[in-house]
């Protein structure tokens, strides 16, 4: 079985993107990595140098900054790397800039590549997530965080990524995907505030006018981390690779898990999730097979 891991980034240091342990999480279960770094206003093509592994190739891309498309650029960029991969890899391990796989993980992972590798039927594999919010001590329990996302892929013409890169296409249809016992930490909304906000007014851009922007993100120094619905205490431990970047925060934040600011349809809506474990009108970028 071989395994090509993959993603696309761009301005990491600028904006504080945890790519290398993002990069460095799931290289263990790669056989190559190809990492598309677009025209970047940073070092960021020195900063995946610096991992050092032989795994790694790097193909330069630009950005269209025009695009502006319901986030379609990012896509754009994620096929890049894809069309990088080997052809004689049977799967294709995606994983975004802000993503890091927990190391317990691993093996379940290879396990299930291994027991669905040659099984057509299956297009492609799902991971849960949890999303951290202001520290890492805090994740996103409301319904404005997806719970699943496709993240293996089969390495097979038509595999495509779709929209705004979040999920895969396989000839425009939805993949036939195994849910797979592991999660993904997305660490998208954990990051020093200032450069959070700098991140927020450059990825409005991707989907909206500079006009749109200035009209509707706040023009402010540093990002407000207070303005949330909902969160819970993380009580798990984080990945090793994470670990570093967690003993360098210079920031606090805090709140308190038992005051939510919840309209009361969502109130509503979140209370028969939390008893049930059903998501009303959840949004569903895949089809899972028994």
């Not at 802000?98 to 027991?115: G, T």
Request: proline share 3%; aromatic share 14%; hydrophobic share 35%.
């Amino acid at each position: 079985m071989k395994v090509s891991g993959f993603t696309f980034i761009r301005n990491a240091i600028k904006f504080d993107y945890p790519v290398v342990e993002a990069i460095t999480s799931i290289l263990p279960v790669c056989d190559e990595f190809v990492v598309a770094v677009g025209n970047s206003e940073d070092e960021t093509e020195e900063l995946i140098h610096s991992i050092g592994s032989l795994k790694i190739k790097i193909v330069r891309t630009t950005w269209d900054d025009a695009l502006r498309e319901g986030g379609r650029v990012l896509a754009e960029e994620t096929n890049k790397a894809l069309k990088a991969v080997s052809k004689d890899s049977d799967w294709a391990f995606y994983i975004q800039g802000d993503e890091v796989m927990h190391e317990k993980y691993l093996p379940v992972v290879k396990a299930s590549m291994e027991r669905w590798k040659d099984d057509e039927r299956v297009e492609g594999l799902l991971f849960n997530y949890l999303h951290f919010y202001g520290s890492y001590y805090y994740v996103g329990d409301s319904r404005n965080w997806y719970r699943k996302e496709v993240r293996i892929i089969r390495n097979i013409p038509g595999m495509h990524s779709f929209r705004d890169a979040q999920g895969f296409r396989l000839n425009n249809k939805l993949l036939k995907v195994k849910q797979v016992d592991a999660f993904v930490y997305h660490y998208g909304w954990v990051k020093p505030p200032d450069k959070q906000q700098a991140k927020v007014e450059s990825f409005n851009k991707l989907w909206h006018s500079d006009k749109w922007v200035e009209t509707n993100i706040p023009q402010v120094d540093e990002f407000d981390y207070s303005r949330i619905d909902s969160l819970a205490r993380f009580q798990g431990n984080h990945p090793e690779v994470m670990n570093d970047r967690i003993r360098k925060v210079n920031w606090n934040f805090s709140f308190d898990p038992t005051i939510n600011k919840f309209s009361f349809k969502s109130r509503l809506l979140h209370f028969i999730e939390k008893y049930t474990g059903w998501r009303v009108g959840e949004y569903k970028n895949y089809r899972k097979r028994g």
